[in-house]
């Protein structure tokens, strides 16, 4: 048996896709195709044309949507025509980085986070230099003057 010769009991290898006979030239298809076997010259080059041209497809996909989400408000979805009406949050209201808002939502949050800071949650009074920091369990969001938090101190102390 010499070493260029081809064994008669081998059987032929044939390409994946058309079925043909693979001669010299045999290709690994990517793992990423999704095909078992070796490919013919043809159709190696006809996958990999095809992989990049869908690649590069959801690429322009990718991109026209983040292009949307660029422009459009995160809190109420409108979508933002000019960029001096794109608004980004104060980093003390705790959003995520990279978020934009209409003028109406962040001017909606800016008093929301203000009214929250400055007036008592649970009377609506306004809070003097001295600020009280509901206790967790209370379940109370903001803060509270004097006398409501010690309203509220009193109760958890009767009941427990």
């Given at each position: ?5 081809k ?23 990517s ?5 078992e ?61 990279g ?62």
């Open positions: 048996m010499g070493f260029g010769k064994n008669k009991d081998m059987k032929a290898m044939r390409c994946a896709v058309c079925s043909r006979e693979l001669k010299r030239h045999k290709y690994k298809p793992p990423d195709w999704n095909i076997g070796l490919l013919c010259s043809d159709c190696h080059f006809e996958k990999t044309r095809d992989f990049i041209l869908s690649t590069e497809r959801d690429k322009k996909k990718e991109s026209e949507l983040k292009e949307i989400q660029d422009c459009t408000c995160h809190m109420c979805n409108n979508i933002i025509d000019s960029d001096a009406e794109k608004k980004k949050p104060d980093w003390k209201w705790g959003m995520d980085a978020i934009i808002l209409c003028p109406e939502c962040y001017n909606k949050r800016e008093s929301d986070f203000n009214r929250k800071l400055n007036y008592c949650a649970i009377c609506g009074g306004k809070i003097g230099f001295f600020r009280y920091n509901p206790k967790q369990k209370w379940r109370i969001d903001g803060q509270l003057c004097r006398q409501c938090w010690d309203k509220e101190n009193l109760k958890g102390k009767v009941r427990g």
